[in-house]
């Protein structure tokens, strides 16, 4: 970490500084790198490329937020150096130029040096030659981040390499959040940077800050395209191989079977489960994996909430307390399919007609076949064939999932054995 309060030998009102500005602004890579190798001197020169300190311009119009106290004054400066410049764009011959010319390969008068740039830019070959030169593998930023912290991407995958063959620490915490490598690579969906840490003997189940692991980070973080759906899978895959606990909690209590719920993630889900995760585990505000599932139902891909309510309840999960179903009809009345799943649960459940006050009316209309099957139980008692299923189901348990496919019986009544919807209730 660095804290630099010198003045810098390029200030941002500088006609270097102003070049070099407007070179990056339009992409001119030909001119950046003629500036920071050529024209710039000395080699480690300190460059300020910004300097938001309104208190030294007092004709600076302050935005309303400020002046209303709403919030406070940040003082933002950004130092850097040619090194660092260089590596950030992966500048493969101008890093070599400038090292060359003795350039200091962990100078950070910003409080990031080239290797973090570097790493943070995916730039192998840059990260490589400022490791040769000596650049400190481990050298921490001005957030406690060493270069292994930022390696965030897939093509990020050589410069860990790099890192680690150069003796970065695998086990390092780092920043306020106190994550590990590993836990970085888990929240990001990095399958094969987390091969590479478990293969040098990163531990799987080290807490951060949180008191998460890295498969508990890895089930909370937000997956938005299908192949980050798929290597986060895989991942979680590889940490489960490699030993994770199933059941660790963290700060909250709260499970990696809770937070794959709450993501809506039915594959996830169900990769616990045949794990061996509680599904029935409560956290600290006692909620269960169930609970979290419904409560994002309507956020949630279609059919992916389904899926995870019915994986759950296939494992064991108690079904929701009656008394609270209306609350779950309001909530999740635009998905109708996790409404026949959690109903088929109970052998028996009184319909009031006070429940149609719960679902709106476009609701209603656009599934009006199933609510009008709903509403038609009312005062009726379920058919033999739903009681011959809630028998066989509360008789095999949470092995219901396994037990159920082993029965000498067509697949779909398997199917309707496992809760598969219908899209009416009978």
């Not at 499970?255 to 585990?281: E, F, Q, V, Y």
């Amino acid at each position: 970490m660095s804290s630099w309060d010198s003045p810098p030998d390029y200030p941002l009102s500088s006609d270097i500084v102003r070049r070099l500005k407007s070179a990056l602004a339009t992409g001119d890579e030909d001119t950046v790198q003629k500036l920071i190798c050529t024209e710039v001197e000395p080699v480690d020169a300190v460059i300020e490329l910004a300097n938001d300190d309104w208190m030294k311009e007092p004709s600076a119009e302050l935005p309303t937020g400020v002046l209303l106290g709403l919030w406070t004054l940040e003082y933002k400066r950004e130092l850097t150096t040619p090194l660092c410049i260089a590596a950030a764009h992966g500048y493969e011959s101008c890093v070599r130029h400038l090292l060359s010319r003795k350039a200091d390969p962990n100078a950070n008068p910003g409080g990031r040096g080239a290797l973090h740039e570097a790493c943070l830019g995916s730039h192998t070959a840059c990260a490589r030659l400022l490791l040769q030169h000596g650049a400190d593998p481990d050298l921490l930023n001005s957030e406690g981040l060493a270069p292994l912290h930022l390696c965030r991407t897939p093509a990020s995958l050589g410069c860990a390499q790099e890192l680690l063959e150069h003796g970065a620490t695998v086990q390092l915490e780092g920043g306020p959040g106190r994550d590990t490598p590993l836990h970085v690579a888990a929240q990001r969906g990095l399958d094969e940077h987390a091969q590479l840490y478990l293969g040098l003997g990163a531990r799987v189940d080290a807490r951060n800050g949180r008191g998460e692991t890295a498969l508990s980070a890895a089930c909370g973080a937000a997956a938005r395209s299908p192949d980050e759906h798929a290597r986060c899978l895989r991942l979680c895959a590889l940490l489960l191989r490699g030993g994770a606990a199933t059941d660790a909690r963290d700060e909250d209590e709260r499970s990696p079977l809770h937070k794959a719920c709450g993501h809506a993630r039915p594959g996830l889900c169900t990769l616990l489960l045949r794990h061996g995760a509680d599904a029935c585990a409560l956290d600290y505000g006692g909620a269960s994996p169930l609970a979290r599932a419904l409560q994002m139902a309507t956020c949630a891909p279609p059919t992916a909430p389904q899926r995870t309510v019915q994986a759950l309840l296939n494992h064991g999960s108690r079904s929701v307390w009656p008394d609270a179903f209306p609350k779950v009809l309001r909530t999740c009345a635009q998905v109708p399919d996790v409404i026949e799943v959690l109903f088929n649960s109970y052998t028996q459940l009184p319909v009031s007609e006070s429940w149609r006050e719960a679902i709106p009316e476009e609701v209603y209309q656009m599934h009006k076949p199933f609510y009008r099957s709903l509403f038609a139980l009312a005062h009726t008692p379920r058919c033999l064939q739903h009681l011959c299923r809630c028998t066989i189901r509360k008789l095999f348990g949470k092995e219901s999932v396994h037990l159920v496919p082993q029965l000498p019986l067509p697949e779909t009544l398997q199917n309707y054995l496992l809760l598969e919807p219908e899209g009416v209730l009978r």
